[in-house]
């Protein structure tokens, strides 16, 4: 009997899949050998493939099976040693000058996930016509079962995998980018929460011996993420955290999501800030502090606060749609001083086109070290420059059957008013996006990961952000 193809979609970044369900080491293999035909096709074998992997059950296990593949159709491998964060692995792809890189892990979805990451050559996330080409080629691999592989074992002892530190040369790359002296002598107290994922340590590691120091919660490798819904650097992920701020004697929060790319802040009284607050902040620090100037590119779900700062200080802002897959082309292609997304995730000039949320939390540091001021503090230096912007996000779990009846409805409705604010325009950009007057708005997009509806919405204060994801539930026919 010839064997069925299971559907293996890539989304926003990546294939993500649950364990034992589509998530098998033989599908796993399937997209290995995908990719190592992608490579020979693009004249990318010869230049090798970095493999690494993160926290989560048996990542470091699928990493050796995609090693595996790789050796046996004659790539070149290079193997992280122990886990690393996604940005680490990204580094090293360009460090090393590789064909193309493989992380295994699935970023902030729950725990029962696991994912498979692709990164060309520059580093970042890839775009849909790499990952399209992937895709396309797997069904055929495994009716036609041609996955070649090789022992792990005999593939070192032939010298097509070796082995290497992940950590030093990125961490490196941090020192040489950040303030790390200034850090130091501020002699801070900064509570770090890496939610049992892949940067445990890692900050610590990259500030070194100083007055600064660093506590750590949840840094300890546990894939089953106890007591949070999933690791990602959210309020409603971030109880304990939260609750350790409020106790007090901290002068900042800072948290990262399961493979480290994500980023989380909370302020000195233990209140999360939000993502959208916390770009416009990192946005913010890049003018003010490091003096720079140049594009800023956010997607279509990020805070209009950056538009502001963009006419302020003369700097153009440009939109894409949601992930880095967009983002980080956008950004080379325009020399982009500092890109990011809703999901907390923002890259920076100078370093790589992708997503570091380990280096975001030294930015915001050398920021609090070089100015004295707390996070509550230049949050309301912020909103005296752009005035108050208030952001919040609803995620409704969808069944299967649930898609084409909201995608029928969305594509008819057409809202005057939302919120008591007039609807100017309606698009559909990246979902569809409801833009109010006074430049507030509301989006409405399936998420690219997970089987979610997620709802979002900007406005001047939360009370009207609270009514515009009800209208918006409410002109999805959906109810949380």
């Known amino acids: 009997m010839t ?75 290079a193997l992280t040693s122990n886990f690393v964060p996604t940005p680490a692995l990204s580094h090293a792809v360009r460090q090393r000058e590789a064909g193309l890189g493989v992380m295994i892990t699935a970023s902030h979805n729950p725990a029962r996930w696991n994912g498979y990451k692709v990164k060309p050559s520059y580093g970042g996330s890839a775009p849909a016509e790499v990952t399209g080409e992937i895709e396309h080629a797997v069904p055929g691999i495994i009716t036609g079962d041609r996955v070649r592989s090789m022992p792990l074992g005999e593939a070192e002892a032939k010298g097509l995998v070796e082995r290497f530190d992940g950590q030093a040369p990125y961490l490196k790359a941090l020192r040489d980018y950040v303030d790390m002296e200034a850090i130091r002598s501020a002699s801070l107290n900064a509570l770090f929460d890496p939610m049992f994922g892949a940067s445990q340590g890692w900050l610590t590691e990259a500030l070194g011996e100083g007055g600064t120091r660093i506590h750590e919660i949840h840094g300890v490798r546990n894939p089953s993420f106890p007591g949070i819904r999933a690791p990602e650097p959210i309020a409603s ?110 890259a920076f000039r100078g370093h790589i086109p992708e997503r570091d949320g380990v280096l975001a939390g030294l930015l915001m540091l050398d920021w609090i070290a070089k100015t004295g001021k707390r996070p509550s503090e230049l949050l309301a230096e912020l909103y005296e420059r752009v005035g108050p912007h208030e952001y919040d996000r609803v995620d409704v779990t969808l069944r299967a059957d ?75 026919g959906v109810a949380l």
């Not at 995908?34 to 693009?42: C, G």
């Open 237 to 346: 992920n971030l109880h304990e955290f939260l609750e350790e701020l409020k106790g007090g004697g901290y002068d900042v929060g800072l948290a990262a999501d399961g493979d480290g790319d994500r980023f989380g802040l909370a302020d000195e009284r233990g209140r999360f800030i939000t993502q959208l607050q916390t770009f416009a902040l990192l946005t913010y620090y890049f003018l003010e502090v490091r003096g720079e100037r140049g594009p800023i590119i956010r997607s279509i779900t990020m805070t209009r606060m950056v538009d502001r700062l963009g006419e302020q200080y003369d700097c153009p802002v440009y939109e894409t749609p949601v992930g880095f897959k967009y983002l980080g082309p956008k950004m080379m292609e325009t020399d982009g001083m500092i890109a990011g997304e809703e999901s907390g995730g923002s």
């Open 3 to 77: 064997p069925t193809a299971p559907e293996i979609k890539f989304g926003t970044d990546g294939w993500r899949a649950i364990l034992a369900d589509d998530y098998t080491f033989d599908n796993v293999r399937a997209v290995a050998q995908a990719t190592a035909e992608y490579m020979r096709r693009h004249d990318l074998a010869s230049q090798g493939v970095v493999i690494g992997y993160d926290t989560r059950f048996l990542s470091g296990t699928f990493a050796g099976a995609v090693a595996e593949v790789m050796a046996a159709n004659d790539i070149p491998v």
């Open 402 to 476: 649930d898609r084409p009846a909201i995608l029928q409805r969305m594509d008819e409705v057409a809202p005057d008013t939302i919120a008591g604010l007039k609807v100017e325009s309606k698009d559909t950009l990246d979902g569809y996006r409801f833009t109010l007057e006074g430049g507030w708005w509301l989006l409405l997009r399936f998420s690219g990961t997970e089987p979610l509806l997620r709802i979002y919405a900007e406005m001047p204060d939360m009370e009207l952000v609270q009514e515009a994801l009800q209208a918006g539930q409410e002109l999805a």
